[in-house]
């Protein structure tokens, strides 16, 4: 099934965000949903991903303490808690999905737009 993702926007540097994955058309059924992001003329980079079943979580280096992923298994969702934003947290937010546990992830969202002024 298809990732559709909501809560962009723009906010002031300090500002928070939530933004919300969900799996659409049926019950999501694989190991893990991840969150990346790719600002311009950069790579798409991961920056949070939740297991399905267990909820563990990883947070790259530059996220951690400020953001937080959590998953709603009732709903087929995954939110992610953006606190104290930066300039540098601008990008295209995307979620996608791990099927196998092999880090090779799918399903790619339409992406929303997260604008960081200073």
């Known amino acids: 099934g298809q990732l559709v993702e909501s809560g962009g926007g723009l906010v002031q540097a300090g500002g928070s965000l939530r933004l919300s994955c969900t799996a659409s058309?049926?019950?999501?059924?694989?190991?893990?949903i991840g969150w990346f992001r790719q600002a311009p003329g950069k790579e798409r980079k991961l920056v949070s991903s939740?297991?399905?079943?267990?909820?563990?979580?990883f947070y790259a280096d530059s996220v951690e303490g400020r953001f937080t992923i959590s998953r709603d298994t009732a709903n087929n969702s995954v939110y992610l808690e953006m606190n104290s934003l930066k300039p540098e947290d601008t990008a295209v937010y995307y979620c996608?999905?791990?099927?196998?546990?092999?880090?090779?992830?799918?399903?790619w969202g339409q992406g929303t737009q997260v604008t960081v002024t200073s």
């Open positions: 996608a999905a791990d099927y196998k546990g092999t880090a090779e992830f799918g399903s």
């Open positions: 058309g049926r019950t999501f059924s694989g190991y893990a």
């Open positions: 939740i297991t399905w079943l267990a909820g563990r979580t």
